[in-house]
């Protein structure tokens, strides 16, 4: 163990990036990461290993990089007079879409290196009222009979063909990403289509491999320090919605969220939150809601300068980085 983290500083010493890290200047800089789901080998889920989670949280504490909130980066980045309390270098946990794996997998983990760790959640998921539109994917995609499926989105053929899991794994996730730029009523109609097309009804509720956390079971999380924001009432992308849509998702989701909960974090998390997945309406909408800030998946760090900038509307764009798990990756980081 001893030799192995001895050639894993060398290692990390030797990066060209390195030497930049350790003498950055400035202001404190911190990097918010966003994870999903965690692995499980009973469930079969893929997911982040917590194994390799525990060893990039070991490392985190051993290099000095302090483990926060994300709201209070967000907070005291915001206000010159408090941003100098924060650590110089410091790394904040965000966990979207609220799967039951995470308290579950991820919690204990992160419990063991008192790290903070925000989830943000679906209140129309948690109800039941509906389950992920990429989950229904998977689900359709491994119950079919079928290896191939043809049919079309928008006037425009649609043909999805496999013959193992791992070639199936990649037809889903093309489709995934093809549903992601059309209009979301669109979408509806098209999953309706791929489940009739498969013959395979789509079920409610969905079935236990993508089980969301309860009401009960957040709050039991929340009484143990885990905290949890809204991220839309259904998880559609905002920017492809209508107007009405979009303002709904948000503002009942923050509704619910406060409800359902006792010390429910001030800040909404965008679906997917790409630079084109909202825009001024989202923004407005979210203020208007009552929330402080929101998080996009703008891979950018969080910094004293970002602060500082004219556009008053910086907190309703936070930027995040997809996870990683590798203790050089994430330093580097720091420096984009």
């Not at 509704?255 to 800040?267: D, G, K, W």
Request: proline letters at 5%; glycine letters at 6%.
């Amino acid at each position: 163990m001893i030799r192995l983290a001895k050639a894993a500083t060398l290692s990390l010493l030797a990066q060209p990036w390195f030497g930049r890290f350790l003498s950055l200047g400035g202001g404190p800089r911190c990097v918010v990461l966003m994870l999903h789901r965690f692995r499980s080998a009973d469930s079969k889920v893929t997911g982040h290993d917590p194994a390799q989670l525990r060893t990039l949280l070991a490392g985190l504490r051993r290099s000095n990089i302090a483990l926060i909130d994300v709201a209070q980066a967000i907070t005291a980045m915001s206000d010159a007079d408090t941003r100098d309390s924060l650590p110089r270098r410091s790394v904040a946990f965000t966990v979207d879409d609220g799967y039951a794996d995470l308290v579950e997998i991820g919690e204990p983990v992160f419990a063991e290196f008192d790290c903070p760790v925000t989830g943000f959640v679906v209140p129309g998921v948690i109800d039941g009222h509906c389950w992920f539109w990429w989950d229904q994917i998977d689900w359709i995609l491994r119950q079919t009979t079928a290896s191939s499926l043809s049919l079309e989105l928008q006037g425009q053929p649609v043909t999805l063909q496999w013959s193992k899991a791992r070639s199936r794994y990649v037809e889903q996730n093309r489709l995934i990403e093809r549903l992601k730029k059309i209009d979301h009523s669109a979408l509806l109609v098209f999953m309706n289509e791929l489940a009739r097309v498969a013959e395979v009804p789509i079920a409610i509720p969905a079935p236990s491999r993508y089980r969301v956390l309860s009401w009960d079971e957040l709050r039991a999380a929340e009484a143990r320090g885990m905290r949890f924001g809204p991220h839309s009432m259904t998880h559609p992308i905002l920017s492809q919605c209508t107007a009405a849509q979009s303002a709904y998702e948000i503002g009942e989701s923050v509704r619910r969220v406060r409800e359902e909960l006792a010390h429910p974090q001030s800040i909404f998390c965008y679906p997917n939150g790409r630079s084109s997945d909202y825009g001024m309406r989202e923004m407005a909408a979210i203020s208007a809601a009552g929330m402080a800030s929101a998080l996009s998946t703008r891979p950018h760090v969080l910094r004293g300068r970002d602060a500082q900038m004219a556009d008053p509307d910086w907190r309703f764009g936070v930027p995040r980085f997809g996870y990683v798990d590798h203790l050089g990756t994430v330093a580097s980081l720091f420096l984009r």
